[in-house]
T-cell receptor, first 111, second 112 residues
Framework: AQSVSQHNHHVILSEAASLELGCNYS??????LFWYVQYPGQHLQLLLK??????LVKGIKGFEAEFIKSKFSFNLRKPSVQWSDTAEYFC?????????FGTGTSLTVIP | NAGVMQNPRHLVRRRGQEARLRCSPM?????VYWYRQLPEEGLKFMVY????????ESGMPKERFSAEFPKEGPSILRIQQVVRGDSAAYFC??????????FGQGTRLTVV
């Protein structure tokens, strides 16, 4: 069965620290990949997406993600986090037939 | 192009009543997804629908829950005989085929 795995459930960082959140998926075909962010009390918003082309994708607010096809991974990165990045982050895969979401990673940034 | 519209935003029901949650997808989107989010937990997939068809309902409880996406009108998630454990935020998302999902603001259901 298709699935999306986010290995980090809770991450706590100090401001200016670097961030990397892992995401792996299991699906053998072509996929579109996404990272969504959910700030406290709000709905999910798109952070970045990968459909094709350059596997290093840049999103909003300084986030980027790298698609490594051989590893079925789409890890999210940010060189220097801010307190305002405190949120829940969800990795998602669209196989063309269905969307699959990871269980989310809660990021807390300490000022 | 209006975003995904969910209503009501907040819904309070007494135990045993029915809760009806509505989701109007973005224009041109034929795929609708419903998710449940419990406090301090992630998104739990419930059901995936296309117009007039339930594609995957593997995340739906077998009893009391049902969903539809009629040819005309919004998608409806119906919870019959609600219990306290049904209290959660219910999010709807829509997408075109293969595209990104856009989320609604959610309906926060409280069962008292």
């Amino acid at each position: 069965a298709q699935s999306v795995s986010q290995h980090n459930h809770h991450v706590i960082l100090s401001e200016a620290a670097s961030l990397e959140l892992g995401c792996n998926y299991s699906y053998g075909g072509t996929v579109n990949l996404f990272w969504y962010v959910q700030y406290p009390g709000q709905h999910l918003q798109l952070l970045l997406k990968y459909f094709s082309g350059d596997p290093l994708v840049k999103g909003i607010k300084g986030f980027e993600a790298e698609f490594i096809k051989s590893k079925f991974s789409f890890n999210l990165r940010k060189p220097s986090v801010q307190w305002s990045d405190t949120a829940e982050y969800f990795c998602a895969v669209n196989t063309g037939n269905q969307f699959y979401f990871g269980t989310g990673t809660s990021l807390t940034v300490i000022p | 192009n209006a975003g995904v519209m969910q209503n009501p935003r907040h819904l309070v029901r007494r135990r045993g009543q029915e809760a009806r949650l509505r989701c109007s997808p973005m224009k041109g989107h034929s795929h609708v997804y419903w998710y449940r989010q419990l406090p301090e937990e992630g998104l739990k997939f419930m059901v995936y629908l296309q117009k007039e068809n339930i594609i995957d309902e593997s995340g739906m409880p077998k009893e009391r829950f049902s969903a539809e996406f009629p040819k005309e009108g919004p998608s409806i998630l119906r919870i019959q005989q609600v219990v306290r454990g049904d209290s959660a935020a219910y999010f709807c998302a829509s997408s075109p085929r293969g595209g990104e999902a856009f989320f609604g603001q959610g309906t926060r259901l409280t069962v008292v």
